[in-house]
């Protein structure tokens, strides 16, 4: 069997996760991933906006946590700290969330992280058969049924949007 192209996809095939990598267009100057993803992902028309997630790595008291929520929202950092049982949030440097997932900023994974991190997924997942959410690579996006994803990161799913 071939090597997998990300540790995301690796990460998959070896829990036997059905996916589907889905690769789009990446222009390297754009700053707003999530935004770049909806935009490419979106333009046939059968996939939503909501149903595309951003995985957000935050920093909490005793690390960093891992928060996956729809693109066109924002993460409430009160409700991700609840969640997760702690007493506050603060988005991660973007350093220590190289260092600690193996991702660059833009093609943080939930799935095949160096060291799996507290994550929390928001409720809204739910709603949908599937979602996409980051394969490992910027303009690869991977899409999965939102309980494979809460099962593979032994997720809490709980609503954490602003």
Not at 14 to 38: C, I, L, N, Y
Not at 68 to 82: C, E, G, N
Not at 119 to 125: C, E, G, I, L
Not at 127 to 156: K, M, N, Y
Request: proline share 7%; with cysteine.
């Amino acid at each position: 069997m071939a090597a997998a192209a990300t540790p995301a996809i690796a990460a998959l095939v070896t829990a036997g996760v059905p996916h589907e990598v889905v690769k789009f267009s990446h222009d390297p100057r754009e700053q707003s991933f999530g935004a770049a993803a909806v935009s490419a992902l979106t333009n046939a028309g059968d996939i939503a906006p909501e149903q595309i997630f951003k995985t957000l790595v935050i920093a909490v008291p005793d690390g960093l946590a891992v928060a996956v929520v729809p693109v066109p929202s924002k993460l409430s950092l009160k409700a991700a700290a609840a969640a997760l049982g702690v007493a506050r949030a603060v988005l991660a440097d973007p350093a220590a969330v190289q260092r600690a997932t193996g991702y660059v900023v833009g093609g943080v994974s939930p799935f095949g992280q160096r060291r799996q991190l507290p994550t929390v997924v928001d409720a809204s997942a739910l709603r949908w058969e599937r979602i996409f959410c980051s394969a490992g690579r910027r303009g690869w996006d991977v899409a999965v049924a939102p309980r494979d994803l809460i099962r593979l990161t032994d997720a809490t799913s709980a609503d954490i949007l602003a």
